[in-house]
């Protein structure tokens, strides 16, 4: 019985971490001896017919280890929101600590979480919509990113 209360208790914090509205949230975990620059980060998701003609925002969101050595993460983001069989590229830069040093996000279990908005999409298509990230950092494998994501939301929910 004090098992299920636990659990009970659990499953309820962790509903109230959801932010209102979320369509899609998902993170893909990095290779321990870190990012290559060739490999991409991949995420699918799916409008359906209610969500169809509605307004999205997407962000794209790291957790990373206090082993992260530089103050911004450049990354290059496609998707095909627009046009299914057209992959749009767009060149980010996410800043991952500020001018003194002092990291930016939150820091919670070891890692530091930060989050970018990268698109809102005033009416959205129905059907699969695709986004692909990878890191363009001169170094390869780039240390210290432990998993890269992205949240989908309902744009204005929760506002």
């Not at 169809?52 to 050595?69: F, H, K």
């Not at 992205?150 to 929760?158: E, M, S």
């Amino acid at each position: 019985m004090l098992l299920l209360a636990a659990i009970a208790v659990m499953l309820a914090a962790v509903a109230s971490c959801a932010r209102p509205g979320t369509i899609y949230h998902h993170y893909v975990s990095v290779d321990d001896d870190g990012w290559d620059t060739c490999s991409y980060a991949v995420f699918t998701f799916d409008i359906d017919s209610a969500m169809s003609g509605g307004a999205i925002d997407i962000d794209i969101e790291l957790r990373l280890r206090p082993t992260y050595s530089f103050a911004n993460l450049w990354l290059e983001a496609s998707d095909n929101a627009s046009v299914p069989a057209d992959y749009a590229a767009d060149t980010l830069q996410l800043r991952t600590a500020d001018d003194a040093g002092v990291r930016a996000g939150t820091f919670s279990a070891g890692l530091y979480s930060l989050s970018l908005p990268y698109k809102h999409i005033e009416s959205v298509r129905p059907g699969t919509i695709g986004i692909r990230l990878r890191h363009l950092m001169g170094q390869s494998p780039l240390p210290g990113v432990k998993d890269v994501g992205i949240r989908v939301v309902k744009a204005g929910a929760g506002d």
